[in-house]
């Protein structure tokens, strides 16, 4: 079993970036996609982009194409989202979770997740 940990949310101005962090911890993540997924306030979770286990491959919801950028570093055991870009409409936790099978921007697709990180986003 894999622990996740999120860090790297806070507060910041509409315009400004954040970059969040995921480390893992009982197990190496080198061998599985991580994919970043969030849920504001009365909304479901939602898809932002995932990674895949080597780092060549990245997918990403359409509203942050351009804006987001996954990384990782597997040496550190541990998987990064830049967030360049942030609007109010970004506001909400955000989770990691590791990739299990199936359709890659269902969170039914991802079995260990972290606690979330909350990221705000002021006007």
């Known amino acids: 079993q894999v622990q996740l940990v999120e860090s790297g949310g806070g507060l910041v101005q509409a315009g400004g970036s954040l970059r969040l962090s995921c480390a893992a911890s009982?197990?190496?993540?080198?061998?599985?996609?991580v994919g970043w997924f969030r849920q504001a306030p009365g909304k479901d979770r939602e898809f932002v982009g995932c990674?895949?286990?080597?780092?060549?491959?990245?997918y990403y919801a359409d509203s942050m194409k351009g804006r987001f950028t996954a990384s990782r570093d597997n040496a550190k055991n541990t998987v990064y989202l830049q967030m360049n870009g942030l609007e109010p409409e970004d506001t909400a936790i955000y989770y990691c979770?590791?990739?299990?099978?199936?359709?890659?921007?269902?969170?039914?697709?991802?079995?260990?997740w972290g606690q979330g990180t909350q990221v705000t986003v002021s006007s």
């Open positions: 990674i895949s286990s080597t780092g060549d491959n990245t």
């Open positions: 979770a590791t990739y299990y099978g199936g359709t890659y921007y269902r969170a039914a697709a991802y079995d260990n």
């Open positions: 009982g197990r190496t993540l080198s061998l599985v996609a």
